[in-house]
């Protein structure tokens, strides 16, 4: 369905990981539940307030990453970012991807294996 109007969204578990047991969108839900990809961002810019994003780390790609459109989420607040797995390159290139509009107040990374941060975290007050 079109949510482009959504304002709320708690956690986004990123295509390509299945999760078992409880739902965090659903927490009386403790069966398997299905995951989106990192495109499925891409037209909900009403989001505000937090949003958590749980990424295979295995993924490399940065293109993927941009496809979140988390630059057009003017009203995000707090974004928390976190990496499952994957390699120090594989993690780089989709932290890269992933570069929030500058009205973020803060920004959290978990799991994170690179050895590089992308220069937009040098350049913001996230931090």
Request: charged share 25%.
């Amino acid at each position: 369905g079109n949510c482009t109007g959504l304002q709320k969204l708690d956690v986004f578990a990123a295509k390509g990981r299945s999760f078992s047991g409880t739902n965090p969108n659903h927490p009386g839900d403790s069966d398997d539940y299905e995951v989106g990809g990192l495109a499925e961002l891409n037209r909900l810019n009403n989001l505000e307030g937090e949003l958590r994003i749980e990424v295979d780390g295995k993924w490399s790609s940065e293109s993927e990453a941009r496809a979140a459109n988390l630059q057009g989420k003017e009203k995000l607040m707090e974004l928390m970012i976190h990496f499952v797995g994957g390699s120090s390159r594989d993690n780089e290139m989709m932290l890269q991807g992933f570069q929030p509009n500058a009205n973020l107040r803060e920004l959290w990374i978990y799991g994170y294996r690179g050895e590089r941060i992308p220069s937009w975290i040098d350049d913001n007050d996230y931090l």
